[in-house]
């Protein structure tokens, strides 16, 4: 089982919008709901973001959110903050053998 | 408040055996499966595995089935990651976290719905160095 795809790095001034990319294939994110993001600030522990391709745990400010179109999911951060900058990760459900799969991971910088 | 601590860190030589803990609620270890997940210095998150501490039953990524072995404590609300044999390229952060619920039905225990890790531990640093 392959990472799901992510690209490098993406970035934005204070106050713009970002979109994060996943590329999966029809054996995770294309064909399970189940598709979750992760902030990572350096030295610190993951962070859940995202769960259930768009649903935000209590305490995730609103400029986050998530969508899926296929086999791509897709994060967006809306009015671009200092603290966003971090690095993000995607994770799909991938069925009863593989069960999870992360991303490659994207670094977000805030310009 | 959900918390998950995990043991402090380690240094080993290659071929030494290590196993590393991760402690929560008894709730937490009654009700939801956890997984751990590894993080090479500079690299990505890879997921690991995951257990049941209800039952003890553990599942594994194939990339790492047959290199690590992923155990629990019910009763001290503890799992456990173990390695036999270290090796140099076993040098990494491990991350534990709470996955989704478990259930039980015909003797066998299954992942809910909610296939999300919501609360983690701090992070255990590994370095194998000869």
């Known amino acids: 089982q392959s990472a799901l795809t992510q690209p490098r790095s993406v970035s934005g001034s204070p106050g713009q919008s970002v979109t994060i990319s996943c590329t999966g294939t029809?054996?995770?994110?294309?064909?399970?709901?189940?598709v979750s993001w992760y902030q990572q600030h350096p030295g610190k522990a993951p962070k859940l973001m995202i769960y259930?391709?768009?649903k935000r745990p209590s305490g995730v400010p609103d400029r986050f959110s998530g969508s899926k179109s296929g086999n791509t999911a897709s994060l967006t951060i809306s009015g671009l903050q200092a603290e966003d900058e971090a690095d993000y990760y995607c994770?799909?459900?991938?069925?009863?053998?593989?069960?999870?799969?992360f991303g490659t991971g994207t670094k977000v910088t805030v310009l | 408040e959900v918390q998950l601590v995990q043991s402090g860190a380690e240094v080993k030589k290659p071929g030494e055996s290590l196993k590393i803990s991760c402690e929560g609620s008894?709730?937490?270890?009654?009700?939801?499966?956890i997984g751990w997940v590894r993080q090479m210095p500079g690299k990505g998150l890879e997921w690991m595995g995951i257990i049941y501490p209800g039952d003890s039953d553990a599942r594994y990524s194939p990339s790492f089935q047959g290199q690590v072995t992923i155990s629990a404590d019910k009763s001290s609300s503890t799992a456990y990651l173990h390695w036999s044999s270290l090796k140099a390229s076993d040098t990494a952060m491990y991350y534990c976290?709470?996955?989704?619920?478990?259930?039980?039905?015909?003797?066998?225990?299954?992942?809910?719905?909610?296939?999300?890790?919501?609360?983690g531990g701090q992070g255990t640093l590994v370095t194998v160095s000869s």
């Open positions: 994770c799909s459900y991938a069925g009863s053998y593989t069960l999870y799969v």
């Open positions: 976290a709470r996955g989704p619920k478990g259930y039980c039905s015909g003797g066998r225990c299954f992942l809910a719905s909610d296939h999300y890790f919501d609360y």
């Open positions: 259930d391709v768009s």
């Open positions: 029809s054996s995770d994110v294309g064909v399970y709901n189940f």
């Open positions: 008894e709730n937490t270890f009654t009700t939801y499966w």
